[in-house]
């Protein structure tokens, strides 16, 4: 029964400082917001900031793994380099040490006058009083998040005290040291490091358990050093399962935690093995205590990084050469990876993502236009099935940009950011249409090679002014989305208005050529779907080259602007006769 009791004891005392870590984790990031990630990925242009970044922000959150998670999905959206995140991953390395140090205040004994007031339990309850305070009394958001901060960092040390109170009677347990002779081997240590801290998902846990079983005083340096070894392998453990679903740049993220660890473990293993094999090294049977455990477990990060950080390119190189990139991996993937989930917390920061993967978007409708004009000039069955696979890449931009932006709509949003989702969406069926009319072009010019069908040298004429204008109403509309350019966005509706009359025109005089008897049905239907086309193409550049204007106008409906534009706007005027000289038929 006092086995059971023990146990039961330790396992309360793990869940609470898990909880305890976790709670204080996710305070800080609600007091940062976006301001903690924003800073992780903009603030790492130099190699030295990266490891600095790192460790600070892994000992404000207490977790190297949560700190790597985060850079995974920032490596994973193109927002930060490989070499970028190496070194991130490295500080977060030293800065997960950070926590052995605090816990080491949970093993402050009391006593008389000032030893009183800084006894564990004191800070436990000083904090804790301040913490549900702030909590249950202050008005604003940020103060409660600050109180759920204590009371987190008060859980912790509760946690701390209860599995060193379970741990104590084991002093003189002789099951319990004889299970401790196991642990006399480095790689059975190594591995029950890696095992436990897989298990808890937690190398601070797991050092946290290892200062409460020093307490019995049967951990000497020779079974601790391979057990902290061990504990670094066993923190990939979430980093590796986080790179699910990524792409290869993620994973290569992922495996650069793992890479760093096995490496320390490698180096510094080999290198005390070796020398104790020759020298009988003093320290060797030293007695540890919880704070001997931090500071073992902080100079073995410390040294490693020290090493490794000289060889980051190395690193990257390991990795990469680990998970190839293939160049279909690259166009399959797209811009999709822009869109992180993780994101979504941060409305500015999702839109922004979003926006870099609707350029993505535009560039692809623009080309696979362009390429399906062309194949109405020469056509080649490689380029059609081109035409064919962009356009179900288009489809695919369509669902993952909608499916996140409608996720992102149901966060809170401000009016800017709520105008913003909506063209978006607005937008992206608009592209996802150019797509859909450049597969349409692409079936006709497949029609013509097929039936061998020729067109008089008239209509050649007119449909090469009408291609001519459908180019540059494409390149004008998707290079102003890209650059965000509203000055050649208002180039668009007259362009498009001209290219209105231009399809008109071009059918009244194909009627009037098949009366004369020189253009034939079979190459009026054609002709009829390439104009169907090219004018609802230009419709849906019109609509998207709206949207451009809209979200730099403070009150704004599309067809209201239009509708005034073309009555008073002396710049539609101008562009609009700039075009009629440009693509006249005559």
């Not at 000083?126 to 109180?147: D, E, L, P, Q, W």
């Amino acid at each position: 029964m006092e086995s059971i009791s023990i146990i039961l004891a330790l396992l309360s005392g793990v869940a609470l400082f898990l909880y305890g870590m976790t709670l204080m984790g996710d305070s800080l990031k609600q007091v940062a917001g976006a301001k903690l990630e924003k800073t992780l990925y903009k603030l790492t242009n130099t190699k030295l900031k990266g490891v600095l970044l790192g460790l600070v922000v892994t000992a404000l959150i207490q977790s190297s793994s949560a700190t790597t998670v985060m850079v995974v999905g920032f490596v994973n959206s193109g927002m930060m380099q490989l070499i970028q995140a190496i070194s991130v991953i490295m500080g977060a390395s030293i800065g997960t040490s950070i926590t052995g140090w605090i816990l080491c205040l949970s093993y402050i004994e009391g006593g008389n006058g000032i030893a009183t007031l800084l006894s564990s339990a004191t800070i436990a309850a000083i904090v804790a009083i301040a913490g549900i305070s702030m909590k249950k009394f202050a008005k604003h958001s940020k103060y409660r998040h600050i109180g759920e901060i204590m009371l987190g960092f008060a859980i912790l040390m509760v946690g701390m005290q209860t599995m060193s109170s379970a741990m104590s009677p084991l002093r003189t347990n002789e099951t319990f040291l004889n299970i401790l002779t196991l642990f006399n081997h480095p790689l059975v240590c190594i591995l029950i490091g890696i095992a436990f801290t897989a298990l808890l998902q937690s190398s601070s846990a797991a050092v946290g358990i290892l200062q409460a079983i020093s307490v019995t005083g049967v951990l000497t340096f020779t079974n601790t050093f391979p057990l902290v070894l061990g504990v670094g392998i066993g923190a990939s453990a979430p980093v590796l399962l986080s790179s699910i679903g990524t792409n290869t740049n993620g994973k290569r993220t992922a495996f650069v935690y793992l890479i760093d660890d096995l490496l320390g473990v490698t180096i510094w293993g080999t290198i005390f093995y070796v020398v104790n094999a020759f020298v009988d090294l003093p320290f060797t049977s030293l007695t540890m205590t919880p704070i001997l455990i931090a500071a073992l477990n902080s100079c073995y990060r410390i040294l490693t990084v020290s090493v490794l950080a000289p060889s980051m390119r190395i690193i990257e190189k390991i990795v990469t050469t680990l998970f190839k990139e293939s160049a279909d991996d690259l166009e399959e993937h797209a811009d999709f990876d822009l869109l992180e989930e993780r994101f979504l917390k941060y409305p500015e920061l999702a839109i922004s993502q979003s926006h870099k993967a609707m350029n993505g978007m535009a560039k692809t409708s623009m080309k696979n236009i362009l390429r399906s004009i062309e194949l109405l000039t020469v056509f080649d069955p490689d380029r059609f099935a081109k035409v064919e696979k962009k356009e179900s890449l288009l489809d695919k931009y369509e669902d993952k940009l909608g499916t996140y932006l409608m996720q992102l709509s149901k966060h809170e949003l401000n009016t800017q950011q709520i105008k913003q989702t909506s063209e978006f969406l607005h937008s992206i069926s608009d592209f996802e249409r150019l797509g859909d009319h450049a597969y349409n072009i692409a079936k006709t010019a497949n029609e013509i090679n097929e039936k061998g069908i020729q067109f008089s040298p008239e209509a050649k004429q007119e449909l090469i002014v009408i291609k001519k204008a459908i180019n540059e109403i494409v390149v004008n509309t998707c290079t102003a989305f890209q650059e965000d350019n509203v000055a050649t966005a208002t180039k668009v509706e007259p362009l498009r208005a001209w290219i209105g009359v231009l399809t008109r025109d071009i059918k009244t005089r194909h009627v009037a050529r098949l009366q004369a008897g020189t253009c034939s049905i079979d190459q009026g239907f054609v002709l009829n779907d390439l104009l169907t086309n090219y004018e609802r193409i230009a419709a849906h550049c019109s609509n998207i080259a709206a949207v451009i204007v809209e979200l730099h106008m403070d009150d704004f409906e599309s067809h209201h602007h239009i509708k005034d534009m073309r009555e008073k706007d002396n710049y539609y005027k101008r562009y609009y006769e700039q075009y009629a000289n440009t693509y006249s038929l005559s």
